[in-house]
């Protein structure tokens, strides 16, 4: 992968030069050299990530500031938000979507060419995508999203696995920060289903990190405290603040779940769960406890834990469905 550090792109300017003057003397020190082509990778999207937030502030935070639904005068809740979305974006999921899709990959095709098999990719399967790169991001991008709906909508069907998603659906002061609230063990489990989805269709690995953050950057948008929505049309091409809303709002008598969908609604409409009438309702999950509302970053990750024990010992705990 040296080939990456060619590149004269700001971010590619930018990550050799932290990786020069902060990195190698520490990989040197650990005599971890071996790495460096990985730690450079890990650098540069750690840079995509800061760039993602900056972009996701200049979008959202005029939204917020000028189409605001609601005003708390603590916003504590909402500063945990942000302390797990920096460590999320500008951590862990460069650490994920790069470093480990790509090792992940490089050992599948080697596992793969030893038993005579080619290596899956979308274009083997459909050699008319061949040549075609922007319709085969697309593409991918309509998958990745595809199977995220499946698993939102799973996690809100097995009470262990809500015990997990309560913490997202926790946070009665929801923003645009509000993403990334996720309990650990759902978020490993929803790492795992991303990266094998992306190592079966073959999303090359400089690809897989920029589809996440272009993903995530929509995601949070839909998490915008904002009287936002794109119109009758637009709300059923890309899913609005509005949309997204309804399936965080505090359930009336009588109401189900619905709109499990990140980025596009069309699996929701396909699969029978959109509804495009809720108004902008109130958020969070009247069966979670204290700790998981207003709590820290520590204190909802023990409450999701309760939560997920006192089901297993036979306790009843509340799935939003
Ligand atoms: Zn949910
Ligand atoms: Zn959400």
Redo the contacts with the bound molecule.
Sequence with gaps: MLWLCGMTDPFSLAAGWLYENYLVPVLYQADLMAWEDIAYGWVLFALYGVAQVLLMLAICWPMERFARLETWPDRRAVAVDIGYTLLNRIGVMPLVTFVLFYQLQVWLNGFLTDQGFVSPTLERLFPVLMGRPIVTFFIYALILDCADYWRHRLSHSFRWWYALHSI?HAQEKMTFW??DRNHVLDDVIAFIWFLTIGLLIGIPPMQFPLLILLLRLLESM??ANARVNFGRLGDRLLISPRF?RA??GVLAAGQTSCNYGAIFPYWDMLFGTADFSREYARTGDPSAEPAAVSGGWFAQQGAGFRRLFRRRSGRTGTVRV
């Design positions: 997202h509000s993403d839909s998490h997204h399936h965080h």
